[in-house]
C-alpha cells in the first residue's frame, strides 16, 4: 500500500507587492497590487509504506509548500494528494492523528515547564491510553537517553536535547508517517548522527514511513534510499541515490599542477577536440572535468605528453553535494531532461 | 462527544498554566494587581465625575456603579478564555498555526485553551462585589430569580465578547499586517458601561447594533435597575450573544479556510 | 551620525505608511473617542455652566487637543523594548556603533511624526467642523502648545523606555506595562482634566510627571493658563524631562552590566 501518493498537484499563492519608496507606499495606502506565485508546478509522486524518502531543494523550491498540503495544513489548488488512506485537507482532525511532524525551527513543546507535562498534554490531544502511552514513552525516552531530561523545562535545554524531545513529542501517538522539516539544521555531528541512527532504528522496528527535508545532503546520505529533488516547484529527480550519483557523478575531475605558469587557452589547446572543461585554479594549478563517455587515460596522456612540465596530478570522484550543486547549476531544461529519463 | 473532549483539554490546558505560572509566582500577582487596578481607575473615573454632578444623564453614582460592577463579570470570563491579543504575531507571523493545523483538535479551542489566563476571573468575583454593594445601596428588592438571570445574561455578554474577538482574531488570516481593529474595538466596548441614553442616535446605534457592546453593559444589567428598567433590551442580550458568537465562528472558519488556501 | 538617526525616523515613517488598515482604524478610533467624551461630558454638565474651572466650550476643545496631542505622542516603545530584551536581540543592538535608547527614540518620533501629518492634522480639522471647538486666535500659542507637545512625547517616550527597561529585571513586565497605559490614560488628563480631582488628590498629581503631558499642553491650548502661567507649565515639562533622563541611564548601565556579567 501507498503510504502517499501525490497526483499533479499544484499551489498558488497571491502575494502582495509593496512598491518602493515614499511614493509607493502611498500608492499602497489606497490601492495594493497582486502577483500570482506557482510555488508547486504540477508534480507527482508516490512513496510507498516504509520507505525513508529525501524531499530536497534551495531555499523557496517548494519543499515547505508540499510538506504543509501533505500534513493537511494547505489545501492544494488543483490535484489529488492520498497520504495514509486520507485526503489530508478534509478529515483534518482525523487524519493528523496518524501522522507525526516536526519543524525544525519551532518547538511544539511548552516553554516554561517540564518536558514530560507536554508530553502529557499531547497524550490528551491525542487521545492515546495511558497504557500505551507509557509503553510508547518508556521506549522512546530510553533509545533516546532522555530520562534526565524529562522533567527539565524546555527553555534549559540544549538544542540537542530539544530536538530529541520534539521527536518523541511526535511520536507519543504512534503515527505510521513521519514528516520531518529540517531535522537536524543547526545540530553539532555527534547530536545529528543520533538522531540519524534513532530514525533508521524507527524505521526499521515500525516500519514508519519517513519525509524529511534537508539543506544536509549528509542526512540524505545517510537515510534515504531514494531522494525526490525540487527545483523552482517541478520534480527534477526522483529516483534511487544510487542511480543520481551514477547518472550525475558521469564526470571527473583530474588536478593537474604545472612548474611553469600557465594561461587557461593553453591548457584547453592540448586537449581540443575532446569534450571537457578546464578551470584555473591559481598561476600554476588547473583543473579539467571529464564527462564519464571519455577515458581519462586519453586526457592524462594528451597532458602528460605536451610540452609543459607538470608536479602533481590528483583525480576526483564527485560526492552528492557537489552532484547536487551541479544539477542546480546547470539547470537548463535539456540537463534536467536527461536526468529525469 | 467532541464537546466533552474539547472541555477535558480544558483541564490539561489549565493544569500546564499553573505549571508555568508556579515558576514566575511574582509576575502573577503583578498581573492580578495590574488587573485590578485597572477596573479601580475606571472606578475612580466614574467617583470624580459625580463629585461635580449630582446625576448622569438621570442616572445616580450607584446605579453607574452597578452597570459597572455587572460589566466587568463578563468581561474576566472572557479574558480568562480569549486572550487572543497577540494571535497575528503568535500564530501568524511566527508559524505557530501550522503546528495547531497538525493536531487532532478544534483548531480555536487549541487556540483559546493555549492562551488561558485565569487572574482575569478574579475581576468577574470583583465585579460580583461591587454589584452587591450597589445593589444594597439602591435598595433594589431582590427576587428568587435574579441570579438565574443574572447567568443568563453573563453567558449572552460573554458570546458577544467571543464573537466579536474571535472574529477580530480572524482577520489576520487575511492580512498579517497589524490592523490596529484590537485597540478601536477595545475602546469602543468601554462605551458600553454608561448609561446609553447620554450619546447621540449615532453612537447609540453603532453601541447597540453594530459592536453592541451596549449589551455588556447598561442593557442587561437595566434588567436589575427598577428605575432603568428596558426589559425588551436586556431580554435580547443572550440572543445577540448567539448571533454575534456565530457569527464570529463563521468568521475563524472561513479564515482558517483561507489560511490554508482553499478560500478566495 | 545625525543622519544615522534621522534614517531610523524615516524608516519608521515609510513602515507606518505601509500598514495602511492600521491608518484608517486609527482615525476611527479618535473620531469615536472624542464623540464618546464629548455626549459623555454633555450629560455630566446637564444643565452646569462651568465645571472644574471649565466651560462647556473649554472642555469640548480640552477633549478634542488632548486626543489629538495622544495621537502625536502615543507609541508602543515599551513593548519593543521589552520584547527585544526578552529575545535577547536587544545585545546585538548593543554591539552597534549608536545608541539604542537614542534609535528607539527615533523610531517613537518617526510614528509620532506619521500621525501628527496624516492623523492630527485632518483629525483636527474634522473635529472643528463637528464639535463646537474653538481653537486659539494667537499664533504664539500655537507655536508653544507644538513646543509643549513635543514635550510630551519625550516625557512619555521616557516612561515608555523606563517601563520596557524592566523587562531587565523581572520574567515578565507584561502587568506594568498594562498598569503603566492606565495610569497615564487617567493621570494625564486625557479622560480626565485635574482640576476635577479633589484637591488633595490633585496636589499629589502635581509632583507626577503624568500632568506634564496631556493637562499642560491641553490647558495653554484651551487658554485656561495665561501670561506667567504659559511659561510656568513649560519649565515644569522641561524639568520632567531632564529629571527623567537620570533614572533611565541608571537603569540602563545596571542592565548592560547584568547583560554582560550573566550573558543575557
Redesign the interface.
Known amino acids: 500500500m501507498l503510504a502517499i501518493d501525490v497526483n499533479q498537484l499544484r499551489?498558488q499563492?497571491?502575494v502582495q507587492k509593496n512598491r518602493e519608496g515614499l511614493k509607493g507606499a502611498m500608492l499602497d495606502l489606497f490601492k495594493r497590487e497582486h502577483t500570482e506565485v506557482t510555488a508547486v508546478k504540477d508534480i507527482s509522486f508516490q512513496i510507498p509504506q516504509g520507505e525513508i524518502c529525501g524531499y530536497i531543494g534551495e531555499n523557496g523550491a517548494g519543499k515547505s509548500t508540499t510538506i504543509?498540503m501533505l500534513?493537511?495544513?494547505?489545501?492544494?489548488?488543483s490535484g489529488r494528494i492520498l497520504v495514509n488512506g486520507y485526503v489530508p485537507?478534509k478529515e483534518?482532525?482525523?487524519f493528523?492523528?496518524g501522522?507525526g511532524?516536526v519543524?525544525g525551527q519551532?518547538s511544539?513543546l511548552?516553554w516554561?515547564?517540564?518536558v514530560i507535562?507536554?508530553f502529557?498534554?499531547l497524550r490528551?490531544?491525542?487521545?492515546v491510553d495511558e497504557a500505551d502511552f507509557k509503553r510508547r514513552l518508556d521506549e522512546l525516552v530510553e533509545t533516546l537517553q532522555l530520562q534526565d531530561l524529562l522533567n527539565r523545562?524546555v527553555r534549559k535545554l540544549s538544542l540537542g536535547q530539544r530536538m530529541r524531545c520534539e521527536l518523541v513529542a511526535a511520536l507519543l501517538h504512534q503515527p505510521s508517517i513521519l514528516f520531518l522539516d529540517e531535522p537536524t539544521i543547526g545540530l553539532d555531528i555527534v547530536v545529528k548522527t543520533e538522531i540519524r541512527e534513532f530514525l533508521k532504528r524507527l524505521n526499521r522496528d515500525h516500519g514508519t514511513t519517513i519525509l524529511l527535508t534537508t539543506h544536509d545532503l549528509q542526512d540524505i546520505e545517510a537515510l534515504c534510499s531514494r531522494v525526490i529533488m525540487l527545483d523552482d516547484g517541478r520534480i527534477i529527480y526522483d529516483g534511487g541515490l544510487e542511480e543520481l550519483k551514477e547518472r550525475w557523478g558521469k564526470g571527473r575531475e583530474v588536478q593537474f599542477q604545472f612548474t611553469d605558469p600557465i594561461s587557461l587557452d593553453a591548457v584547453s589547446s592540448l586537449t581540443s577536440g575532446l569534450d571537457v572543461r578546464w578551470t584555473k585554479e591559481n598561476e600554476v594549478t588547473a583543473k579539467v572535468w571529464i564527462p564519464r563517455e571519455l577515458n581519462v587515460s586519453d586526457v592524462l596522456s594528451r597532458v602528460v605528453g605536451s610540452a609543459a612540465e607538470i608536479s602533481d596530478i590528483k583525480i576526483f570522484e564527485t560526492n552528492t553535494d557537489e552532484i547536487v550543486r551541479e544539477i542546480y547549476r546547470t539547470g537548463s531544461p535539456e540537463a534536467k531532461e536527461a536526468v529525469r529519463g | 462527544m467532541r464537546i466533552a473532549?474539547t472541555l477535558?483539554?480544558f483541564r490539561?490546558?489549565l493544569?500546564?498554566y499553573i505549571?508555568?505560572k508556579l515558576?514566575?509566582r511574582?509576575?502573577f500577582w503583578?498581573?492580578?494587581?495590574?488587573?485590578l487596578?485597572?477596573s479601580a481607575?475606571n472606578l475612580?473615573?466614574i467617583f470624580?465625575?459625580f463629585?461635580?454632578?449630582p446625576?448622569?444623564?438621570d442616572w445616580s453614582e450607584a446605579e453607574v456603579v452597578f452597570v459597572y460592577g455587572y460589566f466587568m463579570i463578563p468581561y474576566g470570563i472572557f479574558s480568562t478564555f480569549s486572550n487572543l491579543w497577540n494571535f497575528s504575531e503568535r500564530y501568524i507571523t511566527?508559524?505557530?498555526m501550522?503546528?495547531i493545523?497538525?493536531?487532532?483538535?478544534?483548531s480555536l479551542a487549541q487556540v483559546m485553551l493555549e492562551n488561558v489566563d485565569p487572574p482575569s476571573l478574579i475581576g468577574s468575583f470583583v465585579g460580583l462585589g461591587i454589584m452587591g454593594v450597589a445593589w444594597g445601596r439602591l435598595g433594589l428588592p431582590f427576587h428568587w430569580y435574579d441570579p438565574l438571570v443574572l447567568i443568563v445574561m453573563v453567558l449572552g455578554s460573554v458570546l458577544i465578547y467571543l464573537g466579536l474577538y474571535t472574529a477580530l482574531a480572524a482577520i489576520s488570516f487575511y492580512?498579517d499586517?497589524?490592523?490596529?481593529?484590537g485597540?478601536?474595538i477595545y475602546?469602543?466596548q468601554n462605551?458600553g458601561r454608561?448609561?446609553i441614553q447620554?450619546?447621540?442616535k449615532?453612537?447609540r446605534f453603532?453601541l447597540t447594533w453594530l459592536l453592541p457592546f451596549a449589551f455588556v453593559g447598561v442593557y442587561p444589567a437595566s434588567f436589575f435597575l427598577e428605575r432603568h428598567a428596558d426589559r425588551t433590551m436586556a431580554w435580547l442580550t443572550p440572543v445577540v450573544g448567539l448571533i454575534v458568537g456565530a457569527i464570529g465562528l463563521i468568521v475563524w472558519n472561513s479564515g482558517v479556510?483561507r489560511y490554508?488556501?482553499?478560500g478566495? | 551620525m545625525a543622519s544615522a538617526y534621522l534614517d531610523f525616523v524615516r524608516i519608521r515613517f515609510l513602515m507606518m505608511l505601509?500598514?495602511?488598515?492600521?491608518?484608517y482604524?486609527?482615525i476611527?478610533?479618535y473620531a469615536?473617542?472624542i464623540?464618546?467624551y464629548y455626549?459623555?461630558w454633555?450629560?455630566?454638565?446637564?444643565s452646569?455652566e462651568t465645571?472644574?474651572g471649565f466651560t462647556v466650550e473649554q472642555m469640548t476643545t480640552y477633549i478634542a487637543v488632548s486626543w489629538m496631542a495622544r495621537a502625536f505622542y502615543f507609541n508602543n516603545l515599551d513593548r519593543e523594548i521589552s520584547n527585544e530584551i526578552r529575545d535577547g536581540s536587544v545585545a546585538v543592538q548593543m554591539t552597534r556603533p549608536i545608541s539604542y535608547l537614542m534609535v528607539k527614540m527615533m523610531q517613537g518620533f518617526g510614528e509620532g511624526l506619521f500621525r501628527l501629518l496624516l492623523f492630527m492634522v485632518p483629525g483636527m480639522i474634522i473635529v472643528t467642523l463637528i464639535f463646537p471647538v474653538s481653537l486659539p486666535t494667537d499664533p504664539v500659542r500655537w507655536v508653544i502648545f507644538f513646543v509643549m507637545i513635543w514635550f510630551s512625547f519625550l516625557i512619555n517616550s521616557q516612561l515608555n523606555i523606563m517601563t520596557g527597561l524592566f523587562a531587565f529585571y523581572?520574567?515578565?513586565n507584561?502587568?506594568?506595562m498594562?498598569?503603566k497605559r492606565?495610569?497615564i490614560?487617567?493621570l494625564s488628563g486625557v479622560?480626565?482634566p485635574m482640576t476635577?480631582?479633589?484637591g488633595w488628590a490633585k496636589a499629589i498629581l502635581d509632583w507626577l510627571p503624568f500632568q506634564a503631558i496631556t493637562y499642560l499642553p491641553g490647558s495653554v491650548f484651551t487658554g485656561r493658563l495665561n501670561g506667567a502661567e504659559v511659561w510656568n507649565a513649560l519649565l515644569v515639562q522641561v524639568v520632567w524631562f531632564a529629571a527623567l533622563i537620570v533614572p533611565i541611564l541608571l537603569m540602563w548601565r545596571t542592565a548592560r552590566k547584568r547583560l554582560f556579567v550573566q550573558g543575557g
Open positions: 499551489k499563492f497571491k504543509k500534513t493537511g495544513i494547505l489545501v492544494p489548488t485537507y483534518r482532525e482525523e493528523v492523528r501522522i511532524v519543524f519551532r511544539q511548552w516554561d515547564i517540564g507535562e507536554s502529557r498534554l490528551k490531544v491525542y487521545r523545562p | 473532549f477535558s483539554l490539561e490546558y493544569a500546564n505549571k508555568t515558576t514566575y511574582a509576575d503583578v498581573e492580578v494587581l495590574s488587573d487596578m485597572f481607575m475612580i473615573f470624580v465625575v463629585t461635580h454632578t446625576s448622569l444623564g511566527k508559524g505557530e501550522d503546528r493545523l497538525t493536531r487532532p483538535a478544534n492580512s499586517a497589524p490592523t490596529g481593529i485597540p478601536l475602546n469602543i462605551y454608561y448609561p447620554i450619546y447621540n449615532g453612537i453603532l479556510k490554508r488556501g482553499a478566495s | 505601509a500598514y495602511r488598515v492600521n491608518y482604524s486609527g476611527v478610533i469615536i473617542n464623540g464618546a455626549f459623555m454633555k450629560a455630566i454638565y446637564g452646569a465645571l472644574g523581572v520574567e515578565n507584561e502587568g506594568l498594562r498598569l492606565v495610569l490614560d487617567l479622560i480626565l476635577f480631582f479633589p
